[in-house]
């Protein structure tokens, strides 16, 4: 099934996993700023699977006190 999706908010949901996200194929933009997400492994291989994202937010998260979260997120 091919997910049109191409903008999704799920910012202050307190998630602590995207991972059901990842056939979104489409996404060009995703905020899910103010979670509970602090896996960069997981993170790593969600936006393999979003070649199409420009914006990503996700400030508010512990993931972003990780050493070199930034670059590893570029």
Do not use: F, H, Q
Not at 21 to 36: I, M
Not at 60 to 70: A, E, S, T, W
């Amino acid at each position: 099934i091919k997910v049109n999706l191409e903008i999704l908010n799920v910012s202050g949901n307190n998630l602590d996993t995207l991972s059901e996200l990842g056939a979104l194929e489409n996404l060009r933009e995703l905020y899910c700023s103010n979670n509970n997400l602090n896996d960069m492994k997981e993170m790593s291989i969600l936006l393999k699977c979003w070649p199409r994202l420009l914006k990503i937010d996700l400030s508010g998260n512990p993931i972003c006190l990780k050493n070199k979260y930034r670059e590893r997120i570029i």
